[in-house]
């Protein structure tokens, strides 16, 4: 069995803070997946860590990415899906595989991960192996992705190669390691050093269990585009009961406040520079017959 229903489990992440949009998030110390941002808010929405694969990549992975999904939907629809969900290491000897041969990109490094608490309504467990045979280095679809695909779903094991497990989560994720957020204070401090006082409300925000402060990925469409964009949510800063619940929390609890020197004024973030505008040469198609068969226009796989 590969699905997981409402489970709390120690896990392991890494958090590229190259990425601004990653080292925010950590610094913050919690962050979850699009579907726990609530309803009105979750639509659209595309998790942090597939927005910046995509980043390199260009068309072609999110091509092979969505056609993944559709195999989900169609065959595998209690699974998380990998566009939404979050990525957790349960199992450290997993993780060890990562770190030869380099073939999972740079951000695969000791110095970027880190120890986490999960808080999963659902999950499922699946080897990672099969996505390097579902597409290539470029981030192409492969001559047999369906078979991969459909074998990376059901949790079985690669045949060939020692497995590497991964939790596709969905739910929330608090970063245990203090000098990975110190850390990614530093990067903010350098990219957004106007915006420290936004980022302690962010911090505190997080600590009474407001979703307020994280920055989350939006998907949209327009002909020959798909548009990432990136926005920070700042929906409870408008209420009043906010910073009351605040207050009485910290009065109990003052060593969990987040402090700064900056001036009192939440600076919003410039993030227009972050955004992805994807080409497309044209529409993503799929066929899903009875039988189980899949028709996609997607063109040309390799090997």
């Keep these: 069995m590969n699905l997981y229903g409402r489970q709390d489990f120690q896990g392991f992440v890494y958090l590229?803070?190259?990425?601004?949009?990653?080292?925010?998030?950590?610094?913050?110390?919690?962050y979850c997946s699009v579907d726990c941002l609530g309803a009105g808010e979750s639509e659209s929405a595309l998790s942090l860590s597939m927005a910046n694969m995509m980043r390199g990549h260009s068309e072609e992975r999110l091509k092979s990415e969505m056609a993944i999904e559709c195999i989900r939907k169609?065959?595998?629809?209690?699974?998380?899906s990998r566009l939404r969900g979050v990525f957790v290491f349960d199992d450290i000897d997993s993780i060890s595989k990562l770190w030869y041969g380099g073939e999972w990109?740079?951000?695969?490094?000791?110095?970027?991960?880190?120890?986490?608490?999960?808080?999963?309504?659902?999950?499922?467990?699946?080897?990672?192996?099969?996505?390097?045979?579902?597409?290539?280095?470029?981030?192409?679809?492969?001559?047999?992705?369906?078979?991969?695909?459909?074998n990376y779903w059901q949790?079985?094991?690669?045949?060939?190669?020692?497995?590497?497990?991964?939790?596709?989560?969905?739910?929330?994720?608090?970063?245990?390691?203090?000098?990975?957020?110190?850390r990614a204070i530093t990067e903010i401090h350098k990219y957004w050093p106007q915006s420290l006082k936004l980022l302690e409300y962010s911090c505190n925000a997080a600590v009474i269990h407001s979703n307020d402060g994280l920055i989350t990925a939006f998907l949209t469409t327009?002909?020959?585009?798909?548009?990432?964009?990136?926005?920070?949510?700042?929906?409870?800063?408008?209420?009043?009961?906010?910073?009351?619940?605040?207050?009485?929390?910290?009065?109990?609890?003052?060593?969990?406040?987040a402090l700064t020197n900056a001036e009192m004024i939440l600076r919003p973030l410039d993030l227009s520079d972050l955004k992805l505008k994807i080409p497309l040469?044209?529409?993503?198609?799929?066929?899903?017959?009875?039988?189980?068969?899949?028709?996609?226009?997607?063109?040309n796989p390799t090997k």
């Excluded at 169609?74 to 998380?80: I, Q, R």
């Design 74 to 80: 169609n065959f595998f629809p209690d699974h998380v």
């Design 16 to 30: 590229d803070l190259n990425q601004p949009l990653v080292a925010w998030n950590t610094a913050r110390g919690v």
């Design 222 to 257: 327009e002909k020959n585009y798909i548009h990432i964009d990136f926005y920070i949510r700042l929906i409870d800063a408008k209420k009043k009961s906010t910073f009351e619940k605040m207050d009485a929390y910290f009065k109990t609890c003052p060593e969990m406040r």
């Design 105 to 150: 990109g740079d951000h695969f490094q000791d110095d970027f991960m880190t120890d986490v608490g999960v808080s999963a309504n659902k999950s499922c467990r699946l080897d990672a192996n099969w996505i390097m045979d579902i597409m290539d280095e470029s981030g192409k679809l492969t001559r047999g992705w369906l078979e991969c695909t459909k």
């Design 155 to 182: 949790g079985v094991p690669h045949p060939t190669k020692p497995p590497i497990w991964e939790r596709l989560v969905e739910g929330w994720i608090t970063i245990w390691g203090t000098e990975i957020k110190y």
């Design 281 to 299: 040469t044209g529409p993503i198609e799929f066929s899903i017959w009875e039988d189980g068969r899949v028709e996609t226009n997607l063109q």
